[in-house]
Nanobody, 127 residues
Framework: QVNLVESGGGSVQTGGSLRLSCTAS????????MGWFRQVPGKKREGVAA???????SYADSVRGRFTISKDTAKKTLYLQMNNLKFEDTATYYC?????????????????????WGQGTQVTVSS
């Protein structure tokens, strides 16, 4: 069982920045693929960014150019640098991991969700 613990959420004004962290209990085959998702009440969980074992990244159109996903293998930590935050970025952000891959649009497409999830961290953007 992989444990994922997010941190770094908080309240920020529009245009501001936050960096989320996700510390994993292990960086093994189980965490080959990792990603960030977000969810607001009443809506499906939305993929934000993903990264694979060789560092290839993918982003949702809504965050591309503003958010950057990265990882530090030695620290077993996944990051999400969020810049130029907008009101619509307000959500609970979740870290996820899966040995087989991360599909950012899994909820929309009806595909299986990533195997491992963190408990979430709240990000609130206000004007």
């Amino acid at each position: 069982q992989v444990n994922l613990v997010e941190s770094g959420g908080g309240s920020v004004q529009t245009g501001g920045s936050l960096r989320l962290s996700c510390t994993a209990s292990e960086f093994t085959a189980a965490t080959t693929h990792m990603g960030w998702f977000r969810q607001v009440p009443g809506k499906k969980r939305e993929g934000v960014a993903a990264i694979d074992s060789v560092g290839s990244t993918s982003y949702a159109d809504s965050v591309r150019g503003r958010f950057t996903i990265s990882k530090d293998t030695a620290k077993k930590t996944l990051y999400l640098q969020m810049n130029n935050l907008k009101f619509e970025d307000t959500a609970t952000y979740y870290c996820a991991a899966d040995p087989g891959g991360i599909v950012l649009r899994f909820a929309e497409m009806g595909w299986p969700q990533p195997r491992y999830w963190g408990q979430g961290t709240q990000v609130t953007v206000s004007s």
